[in-house]
């Protein structure tokens, strides 16, 4: 598994378009973020901030990077090849999925790390942690589901939109809007419950009991995710 992440992270480092869509790119949009906290803090609160980070490193970092690479290592027979050798199915997507995951929660500590030097510290970070590793899991379950869709690299600026664009959505309501109104339905909603766990986690002012149950909406949405992936994923190129 490591000699393939250590491969797979080479070549991220090589792909200058992989580098700049889906690591640079969230990384400037949350430095706007951060450098315009008082009117984003005005419109939701510093919690909307952490979460509108956390998917935006979630959504266009790791999800759409985890697409694209899996759609890319079927379509040259990557994945079909190392299946050939002693490597088992998870020990391989373990390998090409580790060095994304990591940097992705670099960029996030780094981030939010920057966010609380600017504006204070988040009231609990056990909490905030949580909600970061949780978001961090059911992403790459959605994206191993999507990837079982994707027939090239290409099409995954098509597939992946959806959950990108609608998880960041999400977030922004839940996180603008809270949820004193229509409670089920953003908790139910995929990135909902975890935003509200990260709003919880900076702002403060809820039980840290009542704000562990959130976690369970997310996990659910994992186990969804592996579900489907385990029925739509491919390791050779769709005929």
Known sequence: MLSIALS????????????????????????????????????????????????????????????????????????K????TAASDTGILSGLLLPVTVISLVQVAVILAVLGTVTGEPASIVLLAAAVLSTVI?????????????????????????VSIGTIAVASWVG?????????????????????LVVNAWNGGVAVTDSLMLLAPTLSWVVVAVALASRLFRWEPRR
Do not use: D, W
Request: aromatic letters at 8%.
């Open 176 to 196: 603008i809007s809270g949820t004193e109104e229509l409670t089920l339905l953003k908790r139910l909603l995929p990135g909902g419950s975890a935003t509200e």
């Open 138 to 162: 059911m992403m790459l379950g959605l994206g191993l589901a999507t990837a079982g869709l994707t027939n090239s690299p290409e099409h995954a600026q098509v597939t992946t939109l959806p």
């Open 81 to 84: 090849r190392l299946r050939s």
């Open 8 to 79: 797979e992270l080479i070549q991220i480092f090589r792909n200058r378009l992989v580098l700049v869509t889906s690591f640079i790119m969230p990384v400037a949009v949350c430095a706007v973020f951060i450098r315009q906290h008082e009117v984003f803090a005005a419109v939701g609160s510093l919690g909307y901030i952490a979460a509108v980070v956390v998917f935006t490193v979630g959504a266009f970092g790791l999800y759409t990077t985890t697409v694209t690479t899996l759609a890319s290592r079927r379509q040259n027979l990557f994945l």
